[in-house]
């Protein structure tokens, strides 16, 4: 099930992250000078050096407190190894694919819902419009979206001496 959400997927949305840069968002003009001024710091001051500005971009910009830039995020550890635009669309697909993931274990193990309700409920998290369109037009912090599953999952895993947070209301 997870790979033909997957492939269709990647066949409806991956043309809006194309390798050749054409229908790309706009908001990623923002976010790849980013990664590429994370990546030029870690090749000269190292991988656990905090980059607090950035003197690349406009003389010198605050970096590392700007909410947009997620220096410590999946994209920016994949800019090490591959483009920005090969970061970003593996980041996208591996959030799609956790989110998928963490919403048929949270809805299977924590509300005990039968494999069909589940799949069913992590196809319908999946084909969220929230993530999907918001990677597309650029919004590369929001990937962290996908995870909200897995919290709600460690959030409500059941302890022996207390009922679970949603049982609790």
Known sequence: MLALCLLCYA??????LPLDGENLGHDYALHFPNLLAGYYWNIENGLF??????????GGLPFYGDLNVG??????????????????QATFYIFAILGFLGTYVFLRRTLTLSVFAALVGAVLYFWNGF???????????????????????????????????????
């Open 131 to 169: 993530y999907a369109y918001r990677m597309v037009i650029g919004h590369l912090v929001d990937h962290g979206f996908m995870l909200f599953p897995w919290i709600f999952y460690f959030l409500n895993k059941n302890n022996p001496d207390e009922t679970r947070l949603w049982q609790r209301v």
């Open 49 to 58: 050096s905090i980059p607090w500005f950035t003197p690349s971009q406009c």
């Open 71 to 88: 220096y410590h995020a999946l994209p920016q550890l994949l800019t090490n190894w591959l483009s920005p635009l090969l970061a970003t």
């Open 11 to 16: 066949w409806i949305f991956g043309r809006f």
